[in-house]
C-alpha cells in the first residue's frame, strides 16, 4: 500500500512539473496593485464611480492624486455643448497654469486657491511647478456611463467567463470590456477599433473573418474568442498579468522588448519610455484594476437590474443565402435578425450580398424556429456569393466623382474602401464599388452587372 502511494506521489509530480514547464507559474495575486500605481487605480475608480460625464477633472498627467479643479459642464444633448464645454475646460485651465506659473517664479501664495495648489507638491521646487503648468490633462468622468456599460454587461458577462475559463483565462479578465467599450458590441473608437473588445482590423484579422460582408469583431461570442486566444498568447509570453493586460492596449512586441529591457511591470511603469507609451498605454492595467473593483461593488448592489442573456437557436448555412429570404422563412423581424448576427454587415442585412456560406446563424430560440431549423429546404440556399465590382481610379478622379458616376453615396463609398478622412485615393488604386452600383452616363443609368476588367468574386 505505501509502495502504491509512494508512486501515486510520483506521477503527481510528474505531471505537476510537465504542467509548470508549459505555462509560467503564477506566484501571489494575479491582479496585484502595485504600490506604484496605488494613485492611478484609486484616480480611476473615482472616474468610473464619482464623477459623470457632465464633469471634467483637470489634474497632473504624471502625478494622479494631484486634482486641480473639477469643471462642471453642460448637457453634451445641449446645442453647441462641444463648443461650450471646451470653453469652460479652456478657461479653467488657464487660471490653473497662471497660478502654477506664478509658484514656478518664487511667488507666495495668498489665495485659498494658490495655498491649495502649492500643497499638492510634495516638494514645493520651482522646476515642479514649471513641469506641472504644461502636464495639465483633462479626463471626462464615467460614472453614468460605467453603470450603462453594467447594466448591459449582464446580457454577455456569463457567456463571456465561460469562454475564458475554457481557454484556462482568468475570470476576471470578463471586465476587460468596461475599459474598452463599455460592453457595447456596436461601439467604435477613433483609430477604427471595434466591437466589445475594440480590435483594430490588423488584428482582429489574425483572428477573425473581416471584409465587406462579415466583421466578426461586433459578434459578442466570436471576439470573445479572439481576444482569449490573444491574451493567453501576450501572458504566454511576458508570465505577467500586468504586463499582459498592457500588451493589449500598447502591442505584444513593444512589451517584450521592454520587458527585456527592464523586467518587473514595476519598473516598466516607472522607467519605460517610448513615442507610443504614453498615458493611454501606462495607465491601462491601473484603469482595469479600477473597472474590475467598481463592477464588483455594482454587483452587490440588489437596486441595480442587469439585463439578462438572450436565448438564441443557431443554424450552420449550407450554402449562400438571402438575409430577407431566411427572414422570412423563420418570420424573423428585420430588427432582431440584425440584433442576434451583428457581425453581418449592411449589404448583407440590406440584400446586396447574401449571408455567406458556412455561417453560423442565430434566431430567436423559440418552439417555432427550432422546429424550422430541422427542415431548412435546399431551394434557400445559393452555390455563389454576389460579385463584387472595383475600379480602377484615374487621374483626375475623386471620391465625389466616383460616387456619382456609379450612383452610390460618397460615404458608403468611403466606407467599403476604409478610406481616411481626407478620402485621399491615388491613381491606378482598385476602389471597391459598394454592391449593385449604378453606371450613370448620357443622362441616363444601368445597373452594373460585370466589370470584366475588373470585377472579382468575393466569399
Known sequence: MFSALKKNLLC????????????????????????VIKSNVNFWEKVYSTYSTRQGILHDKE????????????????????????????????????????????????????????????????????????????????KDRFLTGFIRSGAYLSSIKRILRAKGLPAELAYLPHVESSFNPKAYSKVAAAGLWQFTRATGRQYLTINDVIDERLDVYLSTQAAAQFLRENYRQLSSWPLALTAYNYGRAGMVRASEQLGSYEKIFISHNSKIFK?????????????????????????????RPRASATLRLKGFAKA??????????????????????????????????GYLLRLPATQYIRKKIKTVPPSLFHSRQTRTLFYKVRRGDTVSSIARKYHVRQKELIRANHLNRKRTIHPGQKLRIPARGRLVASGRSKTIRTLKATAKRRP
Do not use: C
Open 324 to 357: 430577407s429570404s431566411l427572414r422570412k422563412y423563420f418570420r424573423v423581424s428585420r430588427q432582431d435578425f440584425a440584433l442576434l448576427n451583428p457581425a453581418l454587415r449592411a449589404p448583407v442585412l440590406k440584400g446586396k450580398k447574401y449571408v455567406p456560406k
Open 12 to 35: 503527481f509530480s510528474l505531471i505537476a512539473a510537465i504542467l509548470s514547464a508549459a505555462l509560467p507559474a503564477m506566484a501571489g495575486p494575479r491582479f496585484p496593485i502595485f504600490p
Open 63 to 142: 502625478d494622479l492624486d494631484i486634482i486641480y479643479t473639477v469643471v462642471n459642464l453642460v448637457d453634451w444633448n445641449t446645442p453647441g455643448a462641444a463648443r461650450i464645454n471646451k470653453q469652460l475646460v479652456k478657461i479653467a485651465r488657464q487660471r490653473y497654469k497662471s497660478i502654477l506659473s506664478s509658484l514656478a517664479e518664487g511667488n507666495t501664495p495668498t489665495s485659498k486657491d494658490e495655498i491649495r495648489i502649492a500643497a499638492l507638491f510634495k516638494k514645493n521646487r520651482h522646476p515642479s511647478f514649471r513641469r506641472a503648468r504644461d502636464n495639465i490633462r483633462l479626463q471626462i468622468g464615467q
Open 279 to 307: 498615458f493611454a498605454s501606462k495607465n491601462f492595467y491601473s484603469e482595469f484594476l479600477a473597472a474590475l473593483r467598481v463592477a464588483k461593488k455594482l454587483e452587490k448592489n440588489p437596486q441595480i437590474i442587469q439585463d
